[in-house]
């Protein structure tokens, strides 16, 4: 299954469950062209859809590892959390119930705050 078949089975997965839609490809750096696959700005909550991790893919070589490492530190010096999600959490529902659990948590701080 290539990235965007993921992202668009996660995508769809989010609509059925009934969460809130969140942004894709969202821009989250002022300077660099970092996008997340998927975002909640007003959360500063992402997920980003980790395709290709068994072939070798860009994100597994160690040039692709160490700009990933870049942008997961930039985004959480800015605050964000990231939700990465692999190909089998997508599969399994196992990614769509890390982000009903973090929107849970984001909704019970909001009241307690």
Same mark, same amino acid.
């Given at each position: 299954?290539s990235?965007?078949?993921?992202?668009? =089975? !996660?995508?769809?997965?989010?609509?059925?469950?009934g969460?809130?839609?969140? /942004?894709?490809?969202?821009? !989250?750096?002022?300077t660099?062209?970092?996008? !997340?696959d !998927?975002?909640?700005?007003?959360?500063?909550?992402?997920?980003?859809?980790e395709?290709?991790?068994?072939?070798?893919?860009?994100?597994?070589?160690?040039?692709?590892f /160490?700009?990933?490492?870049?942008?997961?530190?930039?985004a #959480?010096?800015?605050?964000?959390?990231?939700?990465?999600?692999? =190909?089998?959490?997508?599969?399994?529902? =196992?990614?769509?119930?890390?982000?009903e659990? #973090?929107?849970?948590?984001?909704?019970?701080?909001?009241? =307690?705050?």
């Amino acid at each position: 299954m290539s990235k965007s078949d993921l992202e668009r =089975t !996660f995508a769809n997965q989010i609509r059925l469950a009934g969460l809130p839609e969140p /942004v894709a490809e969202y821009r !989250f750096h002022a300077t660099r062209r970092w996008r !997340f696959d !998927f975002a909640y700005p007003d959360l500063k909550l992402a997920i980003e859809i980790e395709g290709g991790i068994w072939r070798r893919g860009r994100h597994n070589r160690a040039s692709g590892f /160490v700009r990933d490492a870049e942008k997961y530190n930039e985004a #959480a010096i800015a605050g964000w959390r990231v939700l990465r999600i692999p =190909t089998n959490m997508v599969e399994d529902g =196992t990614g769509l119930a890390y982000l009903e659990r #973090a929107l849970e948590e984001e909704r019970r701080n909001a009241i =307690t705050n």
